[in-house]
């Protein structure tokens, strides 16, 4: 039997931001149990909630202070099973964030291991002595400064590869993989139905930890060719398997910063029993120039559909996709590849028409299903996100502009995501009856679900009838995938192919008409038109066709039946 996150959709919360039930501003479980109607009429099948475990908040819960307990912002593990017990009866599923790259510094595994160097947990966390006056090597932490901080009680530094707060664990120690094993078959016990696994293949780092090349101007290098998929990393998911999730029916999605096609063969391979799919990066990566994420550059559509496709034909025979354009740290996938103007509705539909109709399992991030757009915060203040006030402060530090930063920040912080899910057109959105934790963004009055809802031509609508079609058509499931039209620069076009069915999907990625012509062997005379955003256009089924700007049509064939 083919296991059921083949043919599932995943839609994932950020629960800080979701849906407030005391009005104390943040978002919390019962608020998510609130809304459980709206998902299951949305027709998703797996929740994945970001991470609701008790934390400091340095990064919103990426740093976790205990595994075991829920945040008290959120509620409580009653509250918590309530939530789970309730997805189930839904007949839904939920899967948990799992953060075990690094905990918080606060977490008693950290705490012991600072007080002395033959603390029981001492290496439970990765401990080195300086070299001089200098930090142990030069890696730059991703959110910016060293990845070293010095620690003045036993005088050696811990690593830390995103904030300070986040010291990194020690995977070489078998006391802590215990540990967390047994922390992921306590919540397995408890009925979930799987993990999102945070920066999954940064968990061995090479061993002597060295230095990294230095490029022109960089105080810090990144070191990252020495912790992502490193030497230890496939012995470490197969042994995770081994000792926490054999025996549990469960679905695992690894976030890979960095991840290449073939490593990604090998995670996915279902006979090595590593993971059950990656989040890759390529994708994420096309619109920025060589300094990073901040550096803005247009993306290419060519570069698009390189990559995606490399990455269809790689994991076709082996392995899984997943399928995404938007998460909590990423930008709003409409205001990045389509148009948050006039054409939003139009460019939003066509984005998802892209993405859902891949081979993969595709994930709808909250929002994303009504065209929710990135935020024009106009100060400092507003932002919320460690990452986007550190990098503020180093651009600031460097000479930057105000305007120039600003461009940056408004088209990649994390904090476009993170605005309240705009529920309807009253006060904050109808989010909370409180102050937010952070602004609503004032496209509210336009943007909401309920006006998505009462209108039949909203991207809600279109999401549903999307994720519809991939319970009734097992081509969007297992079709072959080839992309045609490669050379178009324009339009993203591509086939699925199952025995005797096929779907043809096109997607004019701009605002601008255009003509296409089929290539042979790829004919429209005999195919309907399942679903498509251009209903204004008239839709004639030749093998030469005019779309209309933003235009996404998915055609659908089977051998020996004709359309009329
Ligand atoms: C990836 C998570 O998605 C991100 O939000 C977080 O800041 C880092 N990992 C560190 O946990």
């Known amino acids: 039997m ?31 149990k609130s809304k459980l109607n709206y998902l299951k009429q949305l027709g998703i099948d797996v929740i994945w909630l970001s991470p609701v475990y008790d934390s400091p908040n340095d990064d919103n819960g990426y740093d976790i202070r205990d595994y075991q307990q829920i945040m008290d912002e959120f509620g409580t593990m009653d509250d918590w099973d309530q939530l789970l017990k309730e997805v189930h009866d839904m007949g839904m599923k939920l899967i948990m964030d799992l953060v075990v790259n690094h905990s918080s510094d606060e977490h008693v595994w950290f705490t012991q291991s600072k007080q002395s160097k033959d603390n029981h947990y001492r290496d439970y966390y990765i401990w080195r002595d300086g070299k001089g006056l200098k930090e142990p090597n030069n890696w730059r932490s991703n959110f910016g400064g060293s990845a070293w901080k010095l620690d003045e009680q036993t005088d050696q530094y811990y690593l830390h590869l995103f904030s300070e707060k986040q010291p990194d664990l020690n995977w070489e120690n078998r006391n802590l993989r215990h540990d967390i094993y047994q922390m992921m078959r306590w919540w397995l016990n408890k009925g979930i139905d799987g993990f999102r696994m945070d920066v999954i293949n940064f968990i061995s780092k090479v061993d002597d930890l060295p230095d990294d090349e230095l490029k022109p101007g960089q105080t810090y290098a990144s070191g990252s060719k020495y912790y992502r998929n490193g030497p230890k990393i496939h012995e470490f998911l197969q042994e995770m398997n081994k000792e926490a999730l054999a025996g549990f029916d469960v679905m695992t999605v690894g976030e890979m910063p960095g991840v290449q096609p073939e490593q990604a063969q090998l995670y996915t391979d279902p006979s090595r029993t590593e993971l059950n799919m990656v989040f890759q990066f390529e994708h994420m990566g096309l619109d ?71 081979k993969g399992t595709p994930y709808v991030y909250q929002g994303e299903e009504i065209g929710m757009t990135n935020v024009p915060f106009t100060s400092i203040n507003q932002y919320r996100d460690i990452e986007t006030l550190n990098i503020y402060k180093e651009l600031r530090a460097d000479g930057k502009s105000e305007e120039d930063i600003f461009k940056s920040l408004h088209a990649k912080s994390r904090d476009n995501a993170r605005t309240p899910m705009q529920w309807s057109d009253q006060e ?57 039209l490669e050379d178009d620069p324009n339009v993203f076009a591509y086939t699925r192919t199952l025995e005797d069915e096929q779907l043809i999907v096109l997607c004019n990625f701009y605002g601008k008409k255009t003509s296409v012509s089929l290539p042979e062997g790829v004919q429209l005379s005999e195919a309907t038109l399942l679903v498509g955003n251009d209903e204004e256009n008239e839709i004639g089924l030749e093998n030469e066709l005019v779309l209309s700007p933003y235009a996404a049509r998915v055609y659908y064939k089977k051998e020996g039946v004709t359309n009329e």
Not at 344 to 351: D, E, F, V
């Open 2 to 32: 083919e296991p059921w996150w083949k043919n599932s959709v995943v839609y994932q919360i950020y629960p800080r931001s979701f849906m407030d039930s005391n009005n104390d501003g943040i978002g919390d479980l019962q608020g998510v």
């Open 288 to 358: 920025q120039g060589p300094n990073g994420k901040w550096e803005l550059s247009p993306l290419k559509l060519r570069d698009l559909k390189r990559s995606l496709s490399k990455w269809q034909y790689a994991l076709e025979e082996k392995g899984w996709n997943s399928l995404y354009f938007n998460n909590h740290d990423q930008p709003r996938s409409v205001s990045r590849f389509g148009d948050d103007g006039v054409c939003r509705i139009k460019s939003a539909k066509m984005l998802a028409t892209l993405l859902h109709m891949m």
């Open 428 to 484: 904050q959105a109808g989010f909370t009856n409180g102050v937010p934790w952070i602004d609503v963004n004032p496209n509210y009055k336009e943007i909401n679900v309920q006006k998505a809802i009462a209108d039949p031509h909203s991207i809600y609508h279109y999401y549903r009838k999307l994720i519809e079609l991939r319970k009734s058509y097992d081509v969007i499931v297992n079709g072959t995938y080839e992309l045609i």
